[in-house]
């Protein structure tokens, strides 16, 4: 009964946490009211910054040989797995 009592607390607080840290703060005036304002300086800001190019993509900073590495460890983990948990054939 006991254990009932402090697991339908937690759930009650763990459900009311989330209504009470959406009160409006000091982030909400920090942030708040500016959206649109600053969208217009970034655009402003990426149209002043635009420059033709000679054909080729920007790198924009995403290594893909990482991308490629972590895929083939990720497969061969998988393949490890598969060979260590099949059964074994009884000789």
Do not use: C, W
């Amino acid at each position: 009964m006991k254990v009932k009592v402090v697991f339908g607390m937690l759930t009650a607080a763990l459900v009311a946490a989330p209504s009470a840290l959406a009160v409006v703060g000091s982030a909400q005036h920090q942030y708040g009211g500016t959206a649109g304002v600053s969208q217009e300086q970034v655009q402003a800001a990426n149209h002043a910054a635009t420059v033709s190019s000679s054909g080729s993509l920007p790198f924009t900073g995403l290594d893909l040989m990482l991308l490629v590495g972590g895929g083939m460890l990720l497969l061969l983990t998988g393949i490890a797995l598969y060979l260590v948990s099949r059964p074994r054939a009884s000789a």
